[in-house]
């Protein structure tokens, strides 16, 4: 049974950058088997998808709203997943989920294996 803990949530002011950290614990596999998934879900909206990392660690995806601006990474050896998030907007607030889908690269709200309680970044104009 997976278990995903975020970490590196926060309050900044609009234009500034946050890293958010997403460590995996009790799992049989290696998190190299696991395509890792940014979202989040902002008071009043459906959760949605930020960036997708895929197994291999080559393919990414982003949100159309984040690009140019996150950059999602992983290290399987330390079983961390990361989004580094610059110039950020008031309209990135939102609680951050880091999630994780087993053996495949789809990455889909609804396809992901498991998922971390969030964490919250709030973005100042």
């Known amino acids: 049974q997976l278990q995903l803990m975020e970490s590196g949530g926060g309050s900044v002011q609009s234009g500034g950058s946050l890293r958010l950290s997403c460590k995996a614990s009790?799992?049989?596999?290696?998190?190299?088997?696991?395509?890792i998934g940014w979202f989040r879900q902002a008071p009043g909206k459906e959760r949605e998808g930020v960036s997708c990392?895929?197994?291999?660690?080559?393919?990414?995806t982003y949100g159309d709203s984040v690009k140019g601006r996150f950059t999602i990474s992983r290290d399987d050896a330390k079983n961390m997943a990361y989004l580094q998030m610059n110039n950020l907007r008031s309209e990135d607030t939102a609680v951050y989920y880091c999630?994780?889908?087993?053996?495949?690269?789809?990455?889909?709200?609804?396809?992901?294996?498991?998922w971390g309680e969030g964490t919250q970044v709030t973005v100042s104009p």
């Open positions: 999630a994780a889908e087993q053996n495949s690269d789809l990455c889909t709200i609804d396809g992901m294996d498991y």
């Open positions: 990392i895929s197994t291999n660690g080559i393919d990414t």
């Open positions: 009790a799992f049989e596999l290696g998190l190299k088997y696991y395509a």
